[in-house]
C-alpha cells in the first residue's frame, strides 16, 4: 500500500504566495511522473503542473511563469510553489504519483486526499 499525505492549502488574498507539499510513503521501490491537479466546484479535474523523475516538467497555460513545481526524491516528495494567487486558482488540489510497489511487476497511480486552496478578499 501506497499513501500520499498533502499539506499547506489554505485561505491566501489575491496575489499573495502558498507552498503545498505532498508526501509518499508505503511499499514503494521507485516513483515515476508526480503532478498536481486540481477541481473546483463545476468543473473538472485538470491537470496544473506535473514533474518526471529526471526534472522534466509541465505547466497548464493557466498557471505557467506563477506556479512551480519540484521534487525531492530523497524524501518522495513533491512540492508546489503558487506565488501571484489569483481568485481563478480556488480549488481543492490534488497530487498523484505514479509508483512501482516493492515485489510489484506494475506501476500505478495514487492520489492524494486533496487540499483546498481559497484565494479571496
Known amino acids: 500500500q501506497v499513501q500520499l499525505v498533502e499539506s499547506g492549502g489554505g485561505l491566501v488574498q489575491p496575489g499573495g504566495s502558498l507552498r503545498l507539499s505532498c508526501a509518499a510513503s508505503?511499499?514503494?521501490?521507485?516513483?515515476?511522473?508526480m503532478g498536481w491537479f486540481r477541481q473546483a466546484p463545476g468543473n473538472q479535474r485538470e491537470l496544473v503542473a506535473d514533474i518526471f523523475s529526471g526534472g522534466k516538467t509541465n505547466y497548464a497555460d493557466s498557471v505557467k511563469g506563477r506556479f512551480t513545481i519540484s521534487r525531492d526524491n530523497a524524501k518522495n516528495t513533491v512540492y508546489l510553489q503558487m506565488n501571484s494567487l489569483k481568485p481563478e486558482d480556488t480549488a481543492v488540489y490534488y497530487c498523484?504519483?505514479?509508483?512501482?510497489?516493492?515485489?510489484?511487476?506494475?506501476?500505478?497511480?495514487?492520489w492524494g486526499q486533496g487540499t483546498q486552496v481559497t484565494v479571496s478578499s
Open positions: 508505503g511499499s514503494i521501490f521507485n516513483i515515476g511522473v
Open positions: 498523484n504519483a505514479d509508483v512501482k510497489d516493492t515485489w510489484a511487476s506494475t506501476w500505478q497511480v495514487y
